[in-house]
């Protein structure tokens, strides 16, 4: 069974997910509109040698969802609470520090969930993206991004986001190059 299975298996509100479409109905408001609030990927970028590598179709990147003017984003620390939280769109740099330049937002595409959804989402969500499962190749702010994407507009963020992070972890000898602290939280 896969994590993502797991994970709406433990959420009784979106029965819909698992095929019976008259259960969607729970998900549309009561006067019969439908609502469509944009998903955002907002981009940043970590490092500035973005610059030189993007080019060659790899970077460094920290991602966010922004939907209903709020950003969702995943980071390490060492406890075993959630480790996603709330910032203002586009608004890294202020908050999380100066090697955090925007670089982009993406539109991937519209949810129709409602704001009080979309936090009980972030809210399950909180049990996988723990703060100590942090790990800066496996488990990192674009796995967040991704899977957040997938649950709200059914698609994935683009691949060349997390491309180095994926060919990093597929190659040990290079993860085993980076600084420890580098990998998870301490």
Not at 125 to 152: A, E, K, P, V
Request: proline share 5%; glycine share 8%.
């Amino acid at each position: 069974m896969s994590k993502m299975s797991m994970f709406f298996n433990r959420v009784p509100l979106f029965s819909c997910f698992s095929g019976n479409s008259e259960s969607c109905e729970e998900l549309l408001p009561l006067n019969g509109a439908v609502r469509k609030e944009p998903v955002i990927l907002n981009v940043y970028d970590l490092f500035t040698i973005n610059e030189y590598v993007t080019p060659l179709g790899l970077g460094i990147f920290h991602t966010g969802i922004q939907v209903y003017g709020t950003e969702y984003t995943f980071g390490g620390h060492s406890l075993s609470n959630t480790g996603i939280f709330e910032l203002a769109p586009r608004s890294a740099q202020q908050e999380l520090g100066q090697n955090f330049r925007y670089r982009e937002s993406i539109h991937l595409g519209h949810t129709h969930l409602s704001r009080d959804e979309v936090r009980r989402i972030v809210e399950q969500l909180g049990w996988q993206f723990s703060g100590n499962s942090y790990h800066l190749t496996s488990h990192n702010c674009n796995h967040f991004s991704d899977t957040m994407s997938r649950i709200l507009c059914g698609r994935q963020i683009p691949g060349w986001i997390n491309r180095l992070a994926h060919f990093v972890g597929c190659v040990p000898f290079l993860e085993r190059c980076l600084p420890p602290d580098w990998l998870t939280p301490m």
